[in-house]
């Protein structure tokens, strides 16, 4: 499987944006979907993840509340909905695909390349 994140950019403060995240080469439907960001000069960081069937999410704090999270399986993509979005917000933004269904990243075994989201004050 391989993971095709798109959709990031440039925005103002209090902006959204939408990423998603298309996998080809095979079916993640039974997979955990996750989305992780690294802001400039800092460590990889959990941002949401969406259970198989859509039957559970779960949110890191800082977005909790302006983020969602949702998956399409019939069109084996992801998606994360960022609203009232910060400068704090600014990172390179990864989507993921695991077995388990936690926020920390060496338990995610695919990564996508990234999408730069920047937002300025």
């Known amino acids: 499987v391989q993971l095709q994140a798109s959709g990031g950019g440039s925005v103002q403060a209090g902006g959204s944006l939408r990423l998603s995240c298309a996998a080809s080469g095979g079916p993640t439907s039974s997979y955990a979907l996750a989305w992780f960001r690294q802001p400039p000069g800092k460590e990889r960081e959990f941002v949401a993840l969406i259970k198989p069937s859509t039957s559970g999410t779960r949110y890191g704090d800082s977005v909790e509340g302006r983020f969602t999270i949702s998956r399409d399986d019939a069109k084996n993509t992801m998606y994360l909905q960022m609203n009232a979005l910060t400068p704090e917000d600014t990172a390179v933004y990864y989507c993921?695909?695991?077995?388990?269904?936690?926020?920390?990243?060496?338990?995610?075994?695919?990564w996508g390349r990234g999408t730069l989201v920047t937002v300025s004050s």
């Open positions: 993921a695909v695991g077995r388990l269904f936690t926020a920390y990243p060496e338990h995610y075994d695919i």
